[in-house]
Structures are given as structure tokens and as C-alpha cells.
């Protein structure tokens, strides 16, 4: 028989262990909250770390932390009026410093492009999960298999990386991935260095209609580009430049470099409550491109005008032969000074990117500075870059 | 008899004891607990401070925009920047300030913005008076016309320190 | 028996908050010792190449990089510098003295150790004593033991490889 006083241990037992059982799983439930939370910081944080460091340094990585806890939102958004890109994700937004081109995916793989201006070289840092960059080139003109070709050199290399970026052509339903003796010893898709070597066709391609699956992304070069499936379309380009539309949206995107390509390759027709993300990205790296570039144009025409007045004192000092090397740099000097002034004024414009005769412009202003940096280096007032 | 009623009423009085004994415990636990991840997210922020800190020094010793090679600036373009703190700051990011001093004498001799100077020796870029958090780092100051020579122009490279800080948030 | 179980559970009750307590605090210690040693790693790194490839104020092509200035006091000791008036070997210790000194002043915090000493077979003997020569410079007891980063460079010169090392450390 049961006395009652087994009865109250019991009872008294069940209540205090039904108390500590609800306190536990409350307080483990709000904690594991906190964790994930805490834990997508981290990995948020360390994407931005790691992004930076393939910008500055140059050296390519994988980043496969996104797959470690559940997103239920990764995106990019363009903060204005700065500009900078801002990774979104559930938990909140990174906002990097440094030029970026997202396309989201659980493992990434970083790299940087780099286009090379003379006297300065403007970076962006590229990170994609596994993608086929399928070409679609129905336009076959040297100045756009050029263009083509200078997009797709800019784009990540992932040779001896995982996940891997590759690229192949469309031809009406036919996709076309891996071209025998020019991509690796095996019939593997192409990797950038092998699809580069590809030599332009005679004639071109017929629009591409094949059905593309998911991690393919889709770049035509086309006149007409108002019936694309997917992705983005480039009218061949006249001067060095052109418009280019996103499959979905009825607005034109004036391109002037192969870099405005690569932006909108990469974002594509992806929308989200952000917009296009290739709308996004261009708008992005325009802005990025004017700001440092903008700086980076007036801090060296005032550099190269303080070592023309400086040479000249030294001159007229006596301390240097007026007929030395150093002594003609002056000249070369005051030249680039005053072509990069010109740069400075066109990029401090926001819109400098929308307009035809600004880029025109621009892009001429942009090659004389780069030859005249090259005479400056071939006259060894500049180190070799 | 006596003893019997006592020993059940000891009994129970131990349970009661037991109880209010863990309860406080757990009390305790709880604060305890939630004094530690005070405490955590507190560290937390406190090192990411110091990384971001690390991040800026890192992103300065790499920029172009004032170095000609990995952590070797270049006197003309730190000399150029000054006064253009503004646009550093768009591209650096806010509150972030930037100070070079070469070595070679110990007295600070600021440079001019506007004017080449080869014996100058402290640049400072977005530095004003307000607390702030830096880290120093050993660098080198390629001085563009470091040695001038009859025959012509040559540079110089000076052992110096830079400093890079973020002021704090009022 | 019953009086002294209950209180046996009371005291081990209190034994594991306390271990637990302490397992707490020692990992928030070892926590905020990461991001110093990245900075003092790289604060070795930098001190060591900025060192090496500061000029030394000569033209003379044997001593005009404190890197060159080092080779040279290996390799000629007694070539004099032109325009110096000093041996390689001399202006190399006093020129490293100099500016590990005006490092040191500016972080006093930081005791280093700065030697050079000739690597891969190649034996250099110092003029004066006889004995394998090192160039050794710092404020840090040789012996010490402890957290201490190292940072390696080479200098090579016509086939010969001289190791130059720096050991850092913070001051307790």
C-alpha cells in the first residue's frame, strides 16, 4: 500500500521536474534562436572579410560558410546614394567598401577582375556559386567578339577551384559545352583560359532556345533584343559602346566597357524586391567606378602637377641638367595632369554612365591618360606597373 | 508515536528545503547565464571593433590610392590627399582617419597639400580631435624625388609608421 | 544517512556551478587573444621588410638598402661605403640599431630580437674575433621563452643566402 506521503514525493516530483523541463526547453529554444542568429553574422562578417581580402590582395578563394546555417534570404541591394553594395540576409545587411558582384549561392567561389587603366587599375571583387556562362553571340563583328571576349576574361577563373565558373556557346536549341582539344585534355566544360583560345566564327548563331537549367546564365550579342529568354543582351557595340537590355525589363543600360558586361551577366534577370540584379550591379559599378576612379583621377593629376612644378624648381635650382631624363618628365607630366583633370570633371557627374556623348568621352579621355602614362613609364619617370 | 509524526513532518520539511534549495539555483543559473551572454555579446563587440580596426590598416597598407607597392606609400600621393578627406572617406568609409610619419628625423614636419616637399615628414588625412581607436604598423615612404642628381632624379625609400584609427561613435 | 545524502547533493550541486563558472571564464580569456596575435604577426612581418628595403641614405650599390648594406657585411665586411666612410659591417649594426630604435620608441610596449646570420653552408667569420659571424640586435633576452612571433626573411646575393629573423613579443 502506497502511503501518501510516497504519493506527495511523487506528485511533488512530477511538478518541480515538469517546471525545470519547461524552463529548459523555453530558454534552449530562445537560445538556439540567438545562436543562428549570431551564427549568420559570423558568416556574414566573414564574407565581407574575405571578399576584401580577393579584392585587395588579388589571391582567389572559395566560401562555402552559407551553407553552414539556413538563409532564408541572401540578396544584394545598392545603398544610395553612396552606391556600395549591401549582402542582405535574414538576420540583416553587410555593407562592403570595396566593389562586388553577387550572384548568391551556398558555396561561392571569390574572385577579382581588374581593368587595367595605365595609370590606375580599378577592381571588383566577383563571387558566384557554380555557373555555366552560356554565349549566345549572334553578332559576330571583331569589335563585339572583342568586347566578348574582354567580359569574359574579367570574369572568375576557377581553374584548381571549387565551385567552378564555365562557359559555353548556344547555337538555337544546341548548347555547347565542351569544345574537344581546346578545353583540357577531357571533354570537361570549358574553363575561361581554354574558352578564350575559342577563334571567332564566320557567321553567327541563331538565337538561342534551348531551355537552360538552373546555375546556367545566358549573355546574348544581338541587334535585335527585345524577344531573349533569360539573362542579358548586348547590342554590338560602336566605339567602344552600346545599349544592352535584361530579359523582363523594358529599360536600355548604355554600356562603355567590358566591365558593364560583366555586371549584367552576372546579376542577369534575377529579380527580387531589389530589382534586376544586373540593373543593380551596373548601376553599382558605375557608381563605384565614378567615386574611386573620380578620386583616384584628381589625386593624380595633382601628384603629377607637383612633380612637374617640383622638377622644375630642381631645374631652375640648378640641382638638375634641364636636357636629363628626369628634366622631360616635366612636360609628360602637365599633360597627364590636365587629361586627368577632364576625367575628374566627367566622373563626378552621377549620371556620367547614362549618357552616349559623356562615355564617348570618357573612354577617349581614358586612352590618351593611358598612353601618356605609358610614355611616362617608357621614359622611366614611372615604375613599371 | 511522537517520533513517527516528527520524522514524516522532517521529511517533508526536507522536500520543502530541497525545493526552495533549487529553485534558487536555477534562479541563479538563469542570471548566471544571462550575465554570460551579456558578457559574450559585449566581447563579441568589442573584437569586432579590433577586427574592423585590423581590416581598415589592411585596406590602407593595400590601396593604390596611396601606395606603390604593398605597404610602401608614396609621398606625392599621400601629399595629394591631403585635404581630400571627403572623397577618402567614400571610398575608405566613414570615421576613418590616416596618419604616415617617416623616421628619419623625430620632430613632425607636416607637408603642404598644395606643394611638393621632399623634406616634410608627416601626412595626416581626416585627423581630428576626438577619441578614436588605432593600431600603428611599420611601413616604408617611397620619396619620389628622394635623391636629385645633375644627371637626373632618383627615389628614396624611408622607414615610417602609419596609423590608422576610427573615431568612436558619439 | 538521509541528512547526510540531501547534503551531499547540495555540496556537489554547488561544486559543478563552480566548474562550470570556471570552464566559462577561461574561454572568454582564450578568446580575446586572437586578434592581438594577427596584429602582432603582422605588426613582425611589416617591421622586418620596411627594415630590409629602407635606403640607407648612400648611393654605393653595395649599401644602399639596408638589405644590400646587410650582404654587404657578410660577404665584405671591410668594403668601406662610399661616402659613409664606414665598413659594411659597421654602418649595417649601427643603421639596424637605429631604426629598430626609433620602432622600439614608438612602440614601447615590445621587446625584439633582429639577427642576421649566413645560412646554407656559407661560413663568414668576423674579422676581429675569429668566431662565426651574427649580426644580433634588440631589447629581448636571447633565451626568453613564451609568446613570441617570429617573422623570416632572406636575403640572397650572388648564390649566398643570409637568414634574417625577428622575434617579437610583448612586455609583461
Redesign the interface.
Given at each position: 500500500m502506497v502511503s501518501a506521503f510516497q504519493v506527495f514525493k511523487m506528485l511533488f516530483g512530477l511538478i518541480i521536474s515538469g517546471f525545470v523541463l519547461y524552463f529548459l526547453v523555453f530558454y534552449a529554444g530562445s537560445y538556439s534562436q540567438t545562436q543562428t542568429e549570431s551564427q549568420q553574422v559570423i558568416i556574414l562578417k566573414n564574407f565581407e572579410d574575405l571578399a576584401k581580402d580577393v579584392y585587395y590582395t588579388g589571391n582567389p578563394s572559395p566560401f562555402g560558410d552559407f551553407k553552414r546555417v539556413e538563409f532564408s534570404m541572401l540578396s544584394l541591394e545598392i545603398r544610395e546614394p553612396e552606391g556600395n553594395a549591401q549582402v542582405v540576409a535574414d538576420i540583416g545587411k553587410v555593407t562592403l567598401t570595396v566593389p562586388l558582384f553577387f550572384r548568391p549561392g551556398d558555396e561561392l567561389f571569390i574572385d577579382r577582375a581588374t581593368m587595367d587603366l595605365g595609370w590606375w587599375e580599378f577592381h571588383v571583387a566577383e563571387a558566384m556559386p557554380e555557373t555555366k556562362v552560356i554565349l549566345n553571340p549572334m553578332e559576330v563583328g571583331p569589335e563585339s567578339w572583342s568586347y566578348m571576349k574582354e567580359a569574359v576574361r574579367m570574369m572568375p577563373s576557377s581553374i584548381g577551384f571549387e565551385p567552378k565558373v564555365t562557359f559555353g556557346l548556344c547555337d538555337g536549341d544546341v548548347i555547347v559545352e565542351d569544345f574537344l582539344g581546346l578545353c583540357g585534355p577531357s571533354s570537361d566544360p570549358c574553363e575561361k583560359e581554354y574558352f578564350l583560345r575559342i577563334s571567332r566564327p564566320d557567321t553567327g548563331m541563331s538565337r538561342c532556345t534551348a531551355q537552360l537549367p538552373e546555375g546556367y546564365i545566358l549573355a546574348t550579342i544581338a541587334r535585335d533584343c527585345s524577344n531573349v529568354q533569360s539573362g542579358a543582351c548586348f547590342e554590338p557595340p560602336s566605339v567602344g559602346t552600346g545599349n544592352a537590355h535584361i530579359a523582363g525589363s523594358t529599360k536600355t543600360y548604355l554600356y562603355h566597357d567590358a566591365m558593364d558586361w560583366v555586371a549584367l551577366i552576372i546579376g542577369g534577370s534575377r529579380s527580387d524586391i531589389y530589382g534586376f540584379a544586373g540593373e543593380n550591379l551596373w548601376r553599382h559599378k558605375n557608381k563605384m567606378f565614378g567615386t574611386e576612379v573620380g578620386l583616384a583621377a584628381e589625386m593624380m593629376a595633382e601628384r603629377a602637377r607637383m612633380l612637374a612644378t617640383a622638377i622644375e624648381d630642381e631645374v631652375n635650382r640648378g640641382g638638375l641638367l634641364p636636357d636629363s631624363q628626369s628634366a622631360d618628365c616635366k612636360q609628360l607630366y602637365l599633360d597627364l595632369g590636365t587629361v586627368l583633370d577632364v576625367i575628374t570633371d566627367a566622373l563626378s557627374l552621377d549620371d556620367y554612365h547614362t549618357a552616349f556623348a559623356s562615355v564617348r568621352q570618357l573612354n577617349e579621355k581614358l586612352a590618351e591618360a593611358e598612353a601618356m602614362h605609358n610614355g611616362l613609364v617608357n621614359k622611366g619617370c614611372e615604375p613599371i606597373t | 508515536m511522537k517520533t513517527k509524526k516528527l520524522a514524516g513532518q522532517m521529511g517533508i520539511m526536507e522536500y520543502m528545503l530541497m525545493t526552495v534549495f533549487i529553485m534558487v539555483i536555477i534562479v541563479m543559473l538563469v542570471f548566471f547565464f544571462s550575465g554570460w551572454q551579456i558578457s559574450q555579446t559585449q566581447m563579441q563587440g568589442s573584437r569586432v571593433k579590433s577586427e574592423n580596426l585590423l581590416s581598415n590598416l589592411k585596406n590602407v597598407m593595400y590601396s593604390p590610392l596611396f601606395i606603390r607597392d604593398d605597404s610602401m606609400f608614396d609621398d606625392a600621393k599621400l601629399t595629394a590627399l591631403q585635404g581630400k578627406c571627403e572623397k577618402v572617406k567614400e571610398v575608405l568609409g566613414a570615421d576613418v582617419f590616416i596618419e604616415v610619419k617617416t623616421l628619419e628625423k623625430v620632430a613632425e614636419i607636416p607637408c603642404d597639400p598644395h606643394r611638393y616637399d621632399i623634406n616634410c615628414n608627416y601626412w595626416s588625412i581626416c585627423r581630428r580631435d576626438a577619441p578614436h581607436s588605432a593600431l600603428v604598423m611599420p611601413v616604408n615612404v617611397y620619396r619620389n624625388m628622394g635623391n636629385v642628381l645633375a644627371s637626373g632624379i632618383l627615389g628614396r625609400v624611408d622607414l615610417a609608421i602609419v596609423k590608422v584609427g576610427v573615431y568612436e561613435s558619439q | 544517512m538521509?541528512?547526510n545524502k540531501?547534503q551531499t547533493?547540495?555540496v556537489m550541486?554547488v561544486i559543478i556551478?563552480i566548474i562550470f563558472?570556471g570552464i566559462?571564464m577561461f574561454l572568454?580569456n582564450l578568446?580575446?587573444t586572437?586578434?592581438?596575435k594577427?596584429?602582432m604577426n603582422?605588426?613582425s612581418h611589416?617591421?622586418l621588410?620596411?627594415?630590409l628595403?629602407?635606403?640607407t641614405?648612400y648611393?654605393d650599390s653595395k649599401c644602399q638598402?639596408m638589405s644590400d648594406t646587410l650582404a654587404c657585411a657578410f660577404l665584405e665586411p671591410s668594403w668601406v661605403c662610399e661616402g659613409s666612410g664606414m665598413r659594411c659591417k659597421d654602418l649595417a649594426e649601427g643603421l639596424l640599431a637605429s631604426?629598430t630604435g626609433?620602432?622600439e620608441a614608438?612602440?614601447k610596449n615590445y621587446l625584439y630580437l633582429f639577427t642576421v646570420e649566413p645560412t646554407g653552408g656559407l661560413v663568414v667569420r668576423d674579422p676581429e674575433t675569429g668566431e662565426q659571424m651574427v649580426i644580433q640586435v634588440g631589447n629581448m633576452d636571447p633565451s626568453a621563452k613564451g609568446d613570441i612571433i617570429t617573422a623570416n626573411e632572406r636575403i640572397v646575393k650572388g648564390g649566398n643566402i643570409l637568414k634574417v629573423q625577428l622575434k617579437l613579443t610583448s612586455a609583461q
Open positions: - | - | 538521509r541528512a540531501g547533493t547540495l550541486i556551478i563558472a566559462i572568454l578568446a580575446g586572437v586578434s592581438q594577427e596584429y603582422m605588426y611589416n617591421m621588410l620596411s627594415i628595403r629602407t635606403d641614405g648611393l638598402t631604426y626609433k620602432l614608438t612602440k
